[in-house]
C-alpha cells in the first residue's frame, strides 16, 4: 500500500512538471546529486560481478592445485607463506594470533600500575616481604643479590650451550618435537634451535665488525635438561616458601641491538628472569584500559640482577643494551 501511494504521488508530480523547461530542472539543488547517485548504480553491480570473478577464480587455481601438487605438499606450502608455520614440525596447526589473545583477555585493574614511574630494586628482601609486595601483587621488582653463588655465572655462554643441545642430543630433540621456540626477527634463517647453534663462532661472539645481530629464546620442557641446568643455578631465596617454580626453564640469548618484540603473554604464573650475562633493557606497558592512569616506563637490568614480572598484566619488550657481551637469560615461572 505504501509502495502504490508513492507511485501515486511521483505521477501526479511528474504531470504537473511537464511544463518546466529542461533546463530549470538541471538547475535545482538535488539534481546534480541524482545524476550522481544514478551513474553510480551500475558501477556497483560491476563491482559485485568483478568481486566474484575474481573470488572463483582463486577457488578454482586452488582446487586445480591440489592436485599437481599433493595435498600434503599444498597445505605446507600455504601454512608456510600465509603463518610461517612449518607443518612438519608443528603440533598445532592453529596460527597464534596475538591480537586476538589481546582482545579476547580478561579486563585488568589499574591498581597494578598507578603511581609507579620506575622500577624499584630491592636486595636482602625477607620470603615474607617479598609476598607481601611483589610476589601476588603484579608489582614489578628487581632483586639485586640473587644470584651471588651461582655457578652460571661463569658458565654460561655460547659454547655451554651449544654443546648441551649439540646435534641428535636428547636435549636439542625434546626443544624441537615439545617445547617452543622463538627466532624473533631471525626466522628466515633459524627455523629450529638447531639452527641457531650451527652458527658461526665468529658471528655468536661479535668477533667480526660486520657481523649480523641474533637474538632467540626457547623453553626447555625437558627434565633431564632441566635438571643439568639447575646445577648452576638455584632457586631464587626471596621465593614464597610454599611456592613452587616451574619445571619449565626459558632462556633467552642474543647480542645487541636486537630483542623480543612489544606484547603480553598468555601463560599461567608470574616469572622470574635472571640476567646471567651482558644488560638488557625492558620496556614495560600499561594495558590499553589503564592508558590514561598509568604510564609506560623504561629500565636496565644488569648482570647478576633477577626482575620479577607478572608478564600476563604488562606489556613488555626487550633490547639487548650490552656493548661488547652477549646476553643471556635464564628464568622460570613461579606460584
Known sequence: MMSKAIDEKTQSIVKQCRSIPRDAIENLPNYKKLEFISAMQPT???DIYLVLAIAFGLLGIFTASIPYFGIARFLHYSYDKAFGIDIYREECLAPKLEFLIDTFRPVTSC????????????????????????????RPVIVTDAMNDWL????????????????????????EEKCQFFPYKNKNEFETLGDVFEMDLNRAYMIDEDYQ??????????????????????????????SESSKLDWIFMGTPG??????????DLPSWQAQVRGRKQWTLRPVPECHFVCQEFSFTVEPGE??????NTWYHKTFVASEDEISITIGSEFD
Not at 655460547?158 to 643441545?165: D, E
Open 44 to 46: 556497483g553491480f560491476c
Open 213 to 242: 645481530p641474533w637474538y632467540v629464546g626457547w623453553s626447555n620442557c625437558d627434565y633431564s635438561t632441566a635438571y643439568l641446568l639447575r646445577q648452576y643455578y638455584s632457586r631464587p631465596y626471596f621465593l614464597p616458601e610454599r
Open 111 to 138: 591498581d597494578i600500575c598507578r603511581n609507579i614511574t620506575e622500577i624499584e630494586r630491592v636486595s636482602r628482601i625477607t620470603r615474607e616481604e617479598f609476598e607481601a609486595k611483589y610476589a601476588y601483587t603484579n
Open 306 to 311: 633477577i626482575i620479577v614480572l607478572n608478564t
Open 258 to 267: 636486537l630483542g623480543a618484540h612489544m606484547h603480553i603473554d598468555n601463560v
Open 152 to 175: 652460571a655465572l661463569e658458565e654460561f655462554d655460547f659454547k655451554f650451550f651449544k654443546r648441551l643441545y649439540r646435534t641428535n642430543s636428547s636435549a636439542l630433540r625434546a626443544v
